[in-house]
C-alpha cells in the first residue's frame, strides 16, 4: 500500500506526522520510507542511517555552444534571453536556459542540448529503508526527480517486500505533489487552524480527487484557535485525529527523536492517528 502525507502549505507539520506513522506502523509492517520533498529533504536527520546508495539525477537539459557564432545571427531566439552578447558572439547563461531547445533547432550547427546533473537520490540503511532526494541549489525540474525517486522506491519495495510505502511529499500543489499522490493508494493531509492553511490544504485535496484517491485529515497545532479548528472540522472529512500544539515537538525533531516517541498528549494523538492509519491498512488488504 502506498500512502502519501501532504499538506497545503509548509510549517503544518507534515513531517512530524510522516515521520511518526513511519516509527509507529514498522512495528507491524515492513515499510518503506520516501522523503519526497526534494527542495527540503529531512527525514534522513531524524532517522540517521547508513548511505547505501547515491546517485546522480539528470532530470534537465541545458544549452551549450558547439562552437562560435556572431550574436546577431541568433539574436532573438531564446524568449528566455538565455542567449548572450560576449565580444560579438553568442554565449549561453545556463542560469536563465530553461532547455526548450529552440537555439539547438534554429541554429544546429552552433547549439546543443545536454542533460545536467540537478539533484541527488539517496537511499539510507536503518531503523527501515529510506529513499531520499535533493534537488541542488538553483536547479529546477523537482517533479521529475521526485518521479526518479518514487521509481527508485517501488523497486526497492519489491526486493524488500515493502507492504506500505510511506511517502512525505512537498507542500503546496506543485509538480513535485503531483508526482508524490499520483499511484498512490491513500493520503494524509495535514492542516493546522490558520485561513492559509486551511484554504491551502483544500488546493492540495482537489489533486489528491483528481487522481480518485480516498484521504483523511489530521489538525495539528489544536488550541491556538476555536474559530479555525471548528472552520476545518466543518468544512473538511475525514477527520482521523487532533494534534494539540505542543512547544516540544520541535525541540524532539531538533533532536533527531520522531515525535511520537515524545511523552504527552500530542504523542497519545500521534499514537491514535497511527491506530486508525493502521484500522485503513487492514481494511483495504
Do not use: W
Request: charged share 30%.
Amino acid at each position: 500500500m502506498k500512502i502519501v502525507v501532504l499538506s497545503g502549505k509548509g510549517g503544518t507539520g507534515k513531517t512530524s506526522v510522516a515521520a511518526s506513522l513511519a516509527v509507529s506502523l514498522s512495528d507491524n509492517h515492513k515499510i518503506l520510507l520516501v522523503d519526497a520533498d526534494v527542495d527540503c529533504p529531512n527525514e534522513h536527520l531524524i532517522f540517521q542511517g547508513k548511505e547505501k546508495e547515491k546517485k546522480d539525477v539528470y532530470a534537465s537539459k541545458t544549452a551549450f555552444m558547439k562552437k562560435e557564432i556572431s550574436y546577431e545571427k541568433c539574436k532573438g531566439i531564446c524568449q528566455f534571453d538565455a542567449i548572450k552578447k560576449v565580444n560579438g558572439n553568442a554565449a549561453v547563461d545556463a542560469r536563465v536556459c530553461e532547455g526548450c531547445g529552440a537555439c539547438a533547432v534554429a541554429c544546429p550547427e552552433a547549439f546543443e542540448l545536454k542533460d545536467i546533473k540537478t539533484g541527488d537520490m539517496i537511499i539510507y540503511e536503518g531503523e527501515f529503508t529510506l529513499v531520499s532526494g535533493k534537488l541542488l541549489p538553483g536547479e529546477k525540474n523537482s517533479g521529475k526527480i521526485v518521479h526518479e525517486i518514487r521509481k527508485k522506491a517501488d523497486d526497492t519495495a519489491k526486493q524488500e517486500s515493502a507492504e506500505v510505502i510511506l511517502i512525505d511529499s512537498a507542500a503546496g500543489i506543485g509538480c513535485p505533489v503531483i508526482a508524490s499522490v499520483m499511484g498512490c493508494n491513500y493520503a494524509i493531509a495535514v492542516v493546522e487552524p490558520t485561513p492559509a492553511s486551511i484554504s491551502s490544504v483544500k488546493r492540495a485535496l482537489e489533486v489528491v480527487k483528481h487522481f480518485g484517491i480516498a484521504y483523511s485529515v489530521v489538525i495539528n497545532k489544536v488550541g491556538l484557535s476555536k474559530e479555525n479548528e471548528d472552520r476545518i472540522r466543518n468544512e473538511l472529512a475525514n477527520i482521523i485525529g487532533e494534534i494539540p500544539y505542543d512547544k516540544e515537538l520541535p525541540k524532539l525533531l531538533a533532536n533527531k527523536i520522531p515525535p511520537i516517541k515524545g511523552k504527552g498528549e500530542s504523542a497519545d494523538a500521534l499514537r491514535k492517528i497511527s491506530e486508525n492509519v493502521e484500522k485503513i491498512i487492514e481494511e483495504r488488504k
